[in-house]
């Protein structure tokens, strides 16, 4: 139990696109979802909070006008990279907190990750 | 000062040694602590999770934890190649699981 998905794996595209990354809790309703940014050997560094039906709360330092997040339901995520840039090459990771009713253990489940590069 | 530090490693074991991963922290706050694995490339899974003092065992594998001393360790046992990963140790305060403060995770190696 507790799985989750994102989709894709990896994506690569051009400089000034726009990317959507999803994330799905598969078999569980998220009562929150987090999205995570992590360079290579290091540890996680959270980008936003968010629930379903409300605003996504970012952490300090971090765009939303470029890193945009949509919480539709209590099963999916979306973070869109809009106007890409090499610099935003890096590899995202999305985790999804059980709702209250879902039982099971109250922490977070991470997704499989994203990797992400920008020519 | 970082509020977990955990040293980043590599760590590098013959296959069947006994390994031991271990996070200090800062905040006494702190009641719940948990220990990810995470392949190249791939996202954390949960491996153990604890709250408050004491340990847990699973299979191969022993949480201890020591709020007196602020120290967490993860211990495997009879260690295998497949085990070769990054170990991230997590922490959040009582009932605040929004918020994971993490360790910057231990590259382990097991060596057939």
């Known amino acids: 139990g507790a799985v989750v998905s994102q989709h894709p794996s990896w994506v690569i595209c051009k400089s000034g696109t726009s990317v959507k990354i999803e994330c799905r809790s598969l078999?569980?309703?998220?009562?929150?979802m987090f999205w995570y940014r992590q360079f290579p050997k290091q540890s996680l560094m959270l980008m936003a909070t968010s629930n379903e039906g409300s605003k996504a709360t970012y952490e300090q330092g971090v765009e939303k006008d470029k890193f945009l997040i949509n919480h539709a339901s209590l099963t999916l995520s979306t973070l869109t990279v809009t106007s890409a840039h090499p610099e935003d090459s890096s590899f995202y990771i999305c985790?999804?907190?059980?709702?209250?009713?879902?039982?099971?253990?109250?922490?977070?489940?991470f997704g499989p990750g994203t990797r992400l590069t920008v020519l | 000062q970082k509020e977990v530090e955990q040293d980043p490693g590599p760590l590098s074991v013959p296959e069947g040694a006994i390994v031991s991963l271990n996070c200090t922290y800062s905040?006494?706050?702190?009641?719940?602590f948990m220990w990810y694995r995470q392949y190249s490339r791939k996202g954390p899974e949960l491996l153990m999770y604890t709250y408050s003092s004491g340990n847990k065992e699973d299979g191969r594998f022993t949480a201890q934890v020591d709020k007196s001393s602020k120290y967490i360790s993860l211990f495997i046992r009879d260690s295998q190649p497949s085990d070769s990963a990054t170990y991230l140790c997590a922490m959040s305060a009582s009932g605040n699981f929004n918020k994971f403060y993490f360790g910057s995770g231990t590259k382990l190696n097991v060596k057939p």
């Open positions: 985790s999804a907190r059980p709702h209250i009713l879902a039982g099971g253990t109250d922490t977070q489940y």
């Open positions: 905040n006494s706050a702190f009641q719940y």
């Open positions: 078999d569980f309703q998220a009562t929150t």
